[in-house]
C-alpha cells in the first residue's frame, strides 16, 4: 500500500487565491496500514476560510503520486 508522505493543507474564500495553513514532509505517521493521525495547523494562521484543499506534495512511499484516504475530518469554528 502506498503511503502519503508530504501533505499540504490551504485554504482561500474566493476558491483562486490560497493560503498556506499546514505543511507535512518526511511524515511517517500514517507509515502503516488502517494508521490514523491526528494533525494541528502548524502555520499559526487564525483565519476563516470558505474553501480547503489538500495536496501532495510529492511521489508517495511507491514513488507515484497516488492519494489515498479512507477518511478526513477538519475541526474548527464556524463563521457565518
Known amino acids: 500500500f502506498p503511503v502519503t508522505i508530504g501533505l ?3 485554504g482561500s474564500n474566493d ?3 490560497w493560503i ?3 505543511n507535512r514532509s518526511s511524515n ?3 507509515n502503516a496500514a488502517n494508521a490514523w493521525g491526528a494533525f494541528a495547523c ?3 494562521n ?3 476560510y470558505q474553501y480547503l484543499r489538500l495536496i501532495q506534495t510529492g511521489v508517495n512511499s511507491s514513488g507515484n ?3 489515498a484516504l479512507a477518511e478526513i475530518e ?3 469554528i464556524f463563521d457565518y
Open 8 to 10: 499540504k493543507l490551504q
Open 15 to 17: 476558491a483562486s487565491n
Open 20 to 22: 498556506d495553513l499546514d
Open 28 to 30: 511517517t505517521t500514517l
Open 42 to 44: 502548524n502555520q499559526g
Open 46 to 48: 487564525t483565519g476563516f
Open 65 to 67: 503520486n497516488q492519494l
Open 74 to 76: 477538519f475541526y474548527g
